[in-house]
């Protein structure tokens, strides 16, 4: 094991560079550029972990005991780096993307707004590189906290609301997973992750187990969106459009489901899952949150709430993938983690740019705007199918994955939901193609394409949904990391 | 040699500046301030030494005169006194510090006698932590009860009214206590906790026991606001002058708390506590009860002190449900508790003593967010304050929270570890709607723009005090495993 600084320097440069953005209130462009630096330098720490764990290795930090015998300690293996690669990388985008929504739309409160952004990335990355629970509780509660500011950042009435549901659904999971955790202390001493799980040697009773993984599941299944459990993410679509596309569509519940692999892989453990039947709960909750949350999006005309209810159903195909219990099953739910990243976050950019550009928010008026913003509705197309799941985009690869996953553990139910489910996302996603490109549009003529400090990530971020759907391991080797990452769970599980 | 003496020179560097103050005071009224800082930072740093050397050397027993109990009268300084001594008293000097601007309006003229009361409350809040004499920390009590209705009593109009209350209801429970120490006298026949601890196995079975037990712990109940005892403490908090809460909240119910420990852990031990009826448990609701009611409560209000108090109300819960564990997670979570505590609501307090200075009032529905440019540090503190007091990590007030729910774990007690968890989420409702208040815009008052303001920050005699306490509380939550590693050491079974 090797011992380095790497990930506690990935984890600070965006918290540190707080300091310097609130000093440069004044003076917008020295402000952004700190952003930018701190996105490039974090985006480089993290990728220098990469090759180590493409070989399997971690970097572990041991810092200073949180409490007698809880270390506050990171570790950055290859399920970690991998995470923190997706989210680091896709806040380079979102950040130059930020800056043209922010003051396009003319956002009040700019300083807090970038400053809230650098503490969520921190949290988001501490949380991928959390070693045991009480350092993810640490950065999970962060997150939440760093989160607040950017959901209620237009300080309406609706803004002040969901964050008030954000609030208290967060808060609520956090102390569930306190409990959860201070409950896998008693019983077996230990908190660290481990492949293989850290109750798979504490043979508790049935119930005992059933009730602790119902607490963790409500713990981390709200910011994964989990039904019945998602209420504040479609309110959370509040926000300003950049916050819903990292936050929301990456990083916050992105590490709900990170959390929720955690859980099952590394602190139940895949057998014990299996044993005690706990991932068929995951099963039929994934499943049914898939199927309902995509009739639910039919029903949005806000072109955020769709995306934002699109968003809850693919969180749980992540979930579904876990729940399987096969190794492919666990690759086609890690690679989706990366596929719906690049997707949505393309879709929201897209969504954003039509509010700054047009001042259009929902999807009845949007008849007609392909003509005026190609660029950016042709990147709405990509995204769009590839989470309906059409080749070639990456989209498919994961959800063909997953599928290979289910009929490798004999289950035909899963493979079910996600065909009707991806009929259903073509269907409320096609409407929106539709009226873009075939409908006459009105009071268009005065409007071009929006900024190109928007135009060009969204394009970037759809152009890198095509190549990863076509070459899985063209960047990086993420087809083959998340194998890798998948297998260890069911190795070290083997007796 | 000044390390056998310690345990007498905390107490007496109290008596001395609480005759120093008036004396200087009758010449010089504007000293008595500084002389008040002066000496409690010279107790401060005599309990810091004290704290430093009992790590090293252990505990002390000072016999006043030479002469051993049981003809004499001893002070006893060892883990749990030594602690509880050195949380007051830095509390106390941060609050003297901050008391510089607010005394000229809330107390005007009586500066001298407002000074030397507040050290002989000190002194008696000291007396009882040390001695290690039962009827000796009944002098000690009435001196702290006294000048603390008294400091009560000096301030808005209401408040002689809520001091007399207190004074009433505060020296019924005096009186109990003193009771059950004359029953336990006429079993045992000594006054020392020491001795006594050591004949109880032999005695305990007797009713008169029982009954002395019962009675220490409802007289000291009534001082540590124990639901359902409570009922003196929310009107003398919100109407004393914000210098005497910011001294007595976060002090006087903490020391009340030390006596049950004391009673409790150290002189009864849990078995005999628990012998004839499970009083550690209903003592344990009781507190359980208090955490939610007061939470409830606090919710309630809108003046902010007066929501300070039910907090402190239910916060004691939290202290008293960790002693009602008897185990040494419980034990290290309700003492991490009095630290944090005392610092949280000392900061809190200070806060609303600031605001009181500045805005005239303290009052939560006339907050706006200006205050967030008037006041960018006060309200940074209060911002820190608070995510302590809701309980998130890495802030202190998360660790005497995680203790306590592993201290319940290990009973299997589910019905405290679910009240621990409830109790935060009534914390942070009464919390962020402060925080929503001072941080943002308020649609629901028609307001579209945000407020514009000119700074108008407090001093820096308020400012550092509560900057650095709201700092401690980073530093403590990472310095935990520490303070707990000490606390569990000092866990006596």
Redesign the interface.
């Given at each position: 094991m090797d011992l380095s600084l790497v990930p506690l320097l990935a984890i600070l440069v965006s918290l540190v560079v707080v300091v310097p953005i609130m000093l440069s209130s004044a003076k917008p462009n020295l402000r952004e550029f700190w952003t930018i630096l701190a996105a490039v330098i974090k985006f480089g720490l993290v990728l220098t972990l990469l090759p180590g764990a493409m070989r399997g290795e971690s970097v572990q930090l041991h810092l200073v005991d949180l409490a007698p015998g809880i270390p506050l300690a990171l570790n950055a293996d290859p399920f970690g780096v991998y995470f923190a690669v997706i989210a680091s990388g896709l806040w380079i985008f979102t950040s130059f993307y930020s800056i043209g929504y922010v003051r396009g739309a003319g956002e009040i409160k700019q300083t807090r707004y970038f400053a809230s952004f650098a503490v969520c990335l921190s949290a988001t990355i501490g949380i991928a590189f959390s070693a045991n629970l009480i350092t993810f509780l640490l950065f999970y509660e962060m997150l939440t906290v760093a989160t607040y500011p950017l959901v209620i950042h237009n300080e309406k009435k609706e803004a002040i609301d969901a964050g008030r549901k954000y609030i208290a659904f967060t808060l609520t999971a956090g102390l569930l997973l306190v409990a959860a955790s201070a409950l896998v202390y008693h019983y077996t001493g230990t908190l660290d992750f481990t492949p293989g799980g850290i109750l798979s040697d504490a043979d508790l009773p049935h119930t005992a187990m059933l009730l602790l993984f119902i607490l963790f599941l409500g713990a981390v299944g709200v910011k994964a969106g989990i039904m019945p459990i998602h209420g504040w993410l479609p309110a959370a679509m509040a926000a300003p459009t950049p916050v819903s596309a990292l936050l929301h569509a990456v990083a916050v519940v992105k590490s709900g489901v990170f959390a929720i692999t955690r859980v099952v892989g590394y602190v139940f453990g895949v057998d014990v899952m299996g044993d005690y039947g706990l991932n068929d709960i995951l099963i039929v909750l994934a499943g049914f949150t898939i199927i309902v949350a995509s009739l639910i999006a039919f029903a949005q005309d806000n072109l955020k709430r769709r995306l934002a209810y699109s968003t809850v159903g693919h969180l749980s195909y992540i979930v579904l993938g876990v729940a399987l219990l096969t190794p492919t099953g666990m690759t086609g739910g890690i690679m989706h983690i990366a596929a719906h990243a690049t997707m949505k976050i393309t879709l929201f950019f897209c969504a954003g740019a039509i509010y700054v550009n047009l001042h259009r928010t929902e999807i009845s008026n949007l008849d007609g705007i392909a003509k005026v913003m190609p660029w950016t509705m042709g990147a709405f197309v990509i995204g769009s199918m590839g989470l309906a799941g059409i080749p070639p985009i990456n989209g498919f690869f994961s959800k063909w994955t997953l599928a290979l996953g289910s009929l490798e553990g004999d289950m035909i139910f899963p493979v079910i939901i996600l065909v009707v489910s991806g009929i259903l996302n073509v269907g409320y996603f096609f409407p929106i193609i539709y009226r873009a490109y075939f409908k006459p549009g009105k009071g268009l003529e005065k409007y071009g394409e929006a900024s190109p400090l928007m135009v060009v990530p969204i394009m970037v971020t759809a152009i890198l949904s095509v190549l990863f759907g076509l070459f899985p391991n063209l960047f990086f080797g993420f087809y083959d990391l998340a194998v890798d990452i998948s297998l260890s769970l069911f190795n070290s599980a083997a007796p | 040699m000044i390390e056998s003496h310690l345990p007498a020179y905390i107490a007496l560097t109290f008596v001395l500046f609480s005759v120093v103050i008036p004396a200087f005071g009758l010449w010089r009224k504007e000293l008595s301030q500084p002389l008040a800082v002066l000496g409690s930072g010279i107790a401060a740093g005599f309990s810091i030494y004290g704290f430093i050397n009992y790590l090293n050397e252990g505990s002390i027993r000072y016999f006043f005169g030479g002469w051993e109990p049981p003809v004499g009268i001893e002070f006893v300084y060892d883990g749990l006194s030594g602690f509880f001594v050195l949380v007051i008293n830095v509390v106390a000097f941060f609050v003297m510090i901050h008391s510089h601007n607010l005394q000229k309006v809330e107390f005007p003229g009586k500066e001298m006698p407002y000074y030397a009361l507040a050290m002989l409350m000190m002194l008696g809040f000291n007396g009882m932590i040390l001695t290690g004499d039962l009827f000796n920390l009944y002098v000690f009590l009435e001196i702290a009860s006294l000048s603390g209705y008294a400091l009560i009593a000096i301030g808005e109009k209401q408040a002689p009214y809520a001091a007399f209350r207190y004074l009433i209801i505060g020296t019924a429970g005096g009186t109990l206590y003193l009771l059950g120490v004359g029953f336990m006298y006429t079993i045992t026949g000594t006054l020392n906790i020491i001795d006594m601890a050591a004949m109880l196995p032999m005695l305990f079975e007797s009713n008169a026991t029982f009954a002395a037990l019962i009675l220490m712990i409802v007289g000291i109940g009534v001082k540590a606001a124990l639901f359902p005892m409570h009922g003196w403490l929310p009107d003398s908090y919100t109407y004393a002058a914000s210098t005497s809460t910011a001294l007595i909240a976060p002090i006087g119910t903490k020391v009340a708390a030390y006596i049950l420990f004391r009673i409790i852990l150290w002189m009864f031990g849990i078995e005999i506590t628990d012998a004839i009826a499970p009083l550690s448990y209903i003592v344990g609701v009781l507190a359980c009860i208090g955490i939610l009611y007061g939470s409830i409560m606090a919710i309630a209000q809108t003046e902010m002190k007066r929501m300070l108090a039910y907090s402190s109300i239910s916060q004691i819960g939290y202290i008293i449900m960790g002693l009602s564990l008897a185990n040494p997670w419980g034990f290290a979570g309700a003492l991490l508790h009095v630290l944090n505590h005392a610092i949280m609501k000392a900061c809190l307090f200070m806060i609303s003593g600031q605001l009181r200075l500045k805005e005239g009032h303290s009052d939560i529905s006339r907050f706006d967010d200006s205050y967030r440019i008037k006041y960018p540090w006060t309200m940074a503190s209060f911002s820190i304050a608070a995510?302590s007091m809701?309980g998130?990590?890495?802030l202190a007030g998360f660790?005497s929270?995680?203790?306590l729910?592993?201290g319940t774990?290990?009973n299997s007690n589910w019905l405290f570890?679910g009240v621990i968890?409830l109790s935060?989420?009534l914390n942070?409702v009464y919390f962020?709607r402060v925080l929503?208040k001072v941080?943002?815009?308020n649609?629901?008052k028609g307001q579209k723009e945000?407020a514009v303001a000119e700074r108008n920050e407090a001093s820096a005699s308020m400012l550092w005090p509560t900057g650095i306490l709201a700092v401690s509380l980073i530093v403590i939550g990472?310095?935990?495993?520490?303070i707990?590693?000490i606390l569990?050491n000092i866990f006596p079974m």
């Open positions: - | 995510i809701i998130l990590p890495p660790f929270k995680w203790y729910a592993l774990i290990d570890l968890l935060s989420l942070a962020f929503e941080y943002m815009m649609p629901e945000p990472f310095a935990n495993a520490i707990v590693g569990l």
